[in-house]
């Protein structure tokens, strides 16, 4: 490894500017395909480092890319800044404080995620221009991670097909390159179509479309027994057919979220559960019409990649927490349960530590974690292209991921930090990959022979389009 030094040294001399950037997005939560404020603010960003900047990428308003550099290698570091919704939440107070009701909040950290992609491309920019090194290095601002699969639209469009190899990270109680494991998912909308009457006076003439997504629910908790021990099937009412219970209701939708650890058996469960859709409607003398909103991938991973990453890691040691930081850690582990803590060490393969507030080492790349696993759209980048990600402590180990909890300290000193180490640690793997080219066509070919074997099919059907109304709506 050469020479990544400087490169950190170029991520250090940034850190104020991102972390206000960082900042700037979590005081203006924005959920999926909303995030305009949010990407302004990364734009401002992009022309300050000078970067050729393209926007409305794949279609998508909130999509951007900042290039640097010329001819070489194309190394891509992934980016995002969308929030969640409900989750808002005072920062640095260890207790449930909305600012104000229902409102969104940064229940994921990606405020931080964003930034500091941003912020190691742009060191690596300036990087390869004070070594004269051929290489472009690219800041891909990708919008709508959680649920509404933007980068698999992108992926489907052809936005990474030069790339080279894609780096990113995220936010987590512990350090350590991410394992290349995660759920493909899709999620469906069932609309049953039935006919209203007078629930008292005329009930036989109705037809319940209601009836029709509760029968169908019940087809799917038994579907449930009899699927892979990995596979998951949640669902959500987006139109219960109405308020009022003296009408038959006419219309009814449900979201149905289908998960499962690769793309073909995701396939099988999706055909499962249309045909159980249409049972539910043959009972209940109804019509029922599927629109397929988002789907993701499963995580492949690379072994070259993770490797080199592992390495910048060992060299850089974990975040450097002080007393302060493990001061608010322990006030927001008083709001945890037991439980939370050990899942937190489970899911990193290491031995439970009850009175360790903040992560102080690093995961060995080969190590057997536990617990269940999440969904995310940077399983179609790796099927593109060879992939790699970080996991680095931003938060109290413990801290569960989608809760308030995790959105009081998105602005915390401890979360800064995080985010600046993740910089260094992406920086540091993309400047390896410049100055070895022999390293990264090891990596290329690892990922080719893969596709050789399993070839990628988009799990976005080709006439799906970004639900850019659906979620301004919400």
Request: proline share 5%; with cysteine.
């Amino acid at each position: 490894m050469k020479n990544t030094d400087r490169v950190w040294d170029l991520v250090d001399a940034r850190r104020d500017d991102y972390v206000g950037l960082s900042d700037r997005v979590f005081d203006q939560p924005e959920i999926a395909y909303t995030e305009f404020k949010s990407v302004a603010e990364h734009k401002k960003m992009l022309e300050q480092e000078g970067f050729r900047i393209k926007e409305g990428i794949a279609g998508i308003p909130t999509a951007i890319v900042g290039e640097a550099g010329d001819e070489g290698p194309v190394i891509a570091i992934l980016g995002e800044f969308d929030a969640l919704p409900e989750l808002g939440q005072v920062a640095g107070v260890a207790e449930h404080q909305p600012v104000e009701a229902g409102g969104p909040g940064h229940g994921c950290g990606h405020n931080l995620l964003g930034s500091a992609a941003l912020m190691a491309a742009s060191a690596v920019k300036d990087y390869l221009a004070e070594r004269g090194l051929k290489g472009r290095v690219r800041y891909y601002g990708c919008p709508a991670e959680e649920g509404g699969a933007a980068k698999t639209f992108m992926v489907r469009e052809g936005v990474f097909d030069d790339v080279d190899a894609a780096i990113s990270w995220h936010p987590a109680t512990f350090t350590a390159v991410n394992e290349a494991r995660s759920l493909a998912n899709t999620r469906i909308d069932f609309t049953f179509h039935g006919r209203a009457a007078h629930a008292a006076g005329a009930p036989e003439l109705g037809r319940s479309a209601l009836d029709a997504i509760e029968l169908m629910n019940v087809g799917v908790n038994y579907m449930r027994e009899h699927m892979p021990d990995e596979a998951r099937v949640h669902y959500a009412y987006l139109d219960a057919g109405g308020i009022a219970p003296n009408v038959v209701q006419s219309r009814a939708t449900v979201r149905q979220l289908v998960r499962a650890r690769d793309l073909s058996e995701l396939r099988g469960l999706i055909a499962r559960v249309r045909k159980i859709a249409e049972g539910a409607a043959l009972m209940t003398e109804t019509e029922v019409e599927t629109h397929v909103v988002s789907g993701v991938s499963n995580l492949i991973g690379n072994r070259p990649l993770e490797e080199i990453m592992q390495r910048n890691m060992e060299r850089l040691g974990p975040p450097d927490f002080d007393d302060h930081d493990r001061e608010f850690a322990e006030k927001i582990r008083a709001t945890l349960s037991e439980d939370n803590i050990t899942v937190s060490f489970r899911r990193i393969g290491a031995e439970v530590n009850p009175d360790l507030a903040l992560c102080d080492f690093i995961a060995p790349l080969d190590r057997h974690s536990e617990g269940g696993e999440g969904s995310t759209d940077v399983g179609d980048v790796s099927w593109a292209v060879p992939t790699v990600q970080a996991r680095v402590a931003t938060c109290a180990v413990g801290t569960p991921f989608h809760t308030w909890q995790l959105t009081a300290q998105g602005k915390a000193p401890a979360a800064h930090k995080g985010m600046t180490h993740a910089a260094k640690i992406m920086a540091g793997t993309a400047i390896d990959l410049f100055e070895d080219q022999e390293v990264l066509q090891t990596a290329i070919d690892a990922h080719n022979t893969k596709l050789g074997r399993d070839p990628y099919a988009c799990p976005i059907p080709d006439d799906v389009t970004p639900p850019l109304k659906a979620m301004s709506n919400q």
